[in-house]
């Protein structure tokens, strides 16, 4: 007997009376997670990997913010002095790869870099930047215009223009990219089998490329497209 492997993935999740709520132009990648209380805001996109987890406490992610691939998002329902820690993300962030955040605070265009981990009581000011790798500890403020990395992190020096600048650019080019990546992942599986025939169909020989490797490739045969195939992608009439 055989027996269908069913994935117990849930890209949203609800936990106790929590659900998540994420805008309609908002992307989350089919791999992340999104748990409880949960919101995204417009045109922002939470990538493959990661895990919001909003169980204990709340998380707010603004508009046209960025959390990229395997990252980590959680809160705190107290810390020890009592203060209650949600976690709060501003309006175009980003958030590097693989970046932890926890009971904490990142203002409006924030930088924070691949690797970095931001602990509970953390804020980071409007145009302050975390470098990649930072560990930042318990209520640390990074006030604006800074950058601060290491571990623990330290102040290391003023941003330049051209880097505030980059941060709005860098959320405004994930945000780009983000429209690519839905589209995709809305296609139907025709059309991902449509499209996996035709690039096979036209793919071309590098004879100079494969000579360099050492590769030699054996061209396979004619694929023919059968017409009934997607009608609406048959080539026009000219």
């Not at 609800?14 to 949960?38: C, L, Q, W």
């Not at 290491?150 to 709005?168: H, M, S, V, Y």
């Not at 780009?176 to 589209?183: G, R």
Request: charge should be negative.
């Amino acid at each position: 007997m055989h027996y269908a492997i069913v994935s117990r993935h849930r890209t949203l999740m609800n936990i106790f009376d929590k659900a998540p709520a994420v805008d309609k132009e908002a992307f989350v990648a089919p791999s992340a997670s999104i748990i409880g209380d949960v919101l995204v805001g417009r045109g922002s996109s939470i990538w493959y990997g990661c895990v919001l987890r909003g169980d204990v406490n709340s998380i707010s992610v603004g508009s046209g913010t960025n959390i990229q691939d395997n990252s980590l998002v959680h809160v705190a329902k107290s810390n020890l002095s009592g203060k209650v820690l949600p976690t709060i993300i501003g309006d175009n962030v980003t958030v590097g790869h693989s970046a932890v955040l926890y009971g904490c605070t990142v203002e409006d265009e924030a930088f924070v870099g691949m690797g970095a981990t931001l602990l509970d009581g953390v804020v980071v000011e409007k145009h302050a930047m975390i470098a990649a790798g930072a560990l930042v500890r318990q209520n640390t403020r990074i006030p604006t215009g800074e950058v601060w990395g290491g571990n623990p992190a330290k102040f290391l020096r003023k941003l330049t223009d051209e880097e505030i600048a980059f941060i709005a650019q860098s959320a405004t080019n994930y945000s780009n990219l983000a429209q690519v990546h839905a589209a995709e992942n809305a296609k139907p599986f025709d059309e991902i089998e449509f499209e996996k025939v035709l690039r096979k169909k036209f793919a071309k020989k590098d004879e100079e490329y494969d000579s360099m490797l050492g590769v030699v490739r054996e061209l396979p045969p004619e694929l023919i497209l059968p017409n009934n195939v997607l009608p609406d992608k048959e080539p026009k009439a000219k």
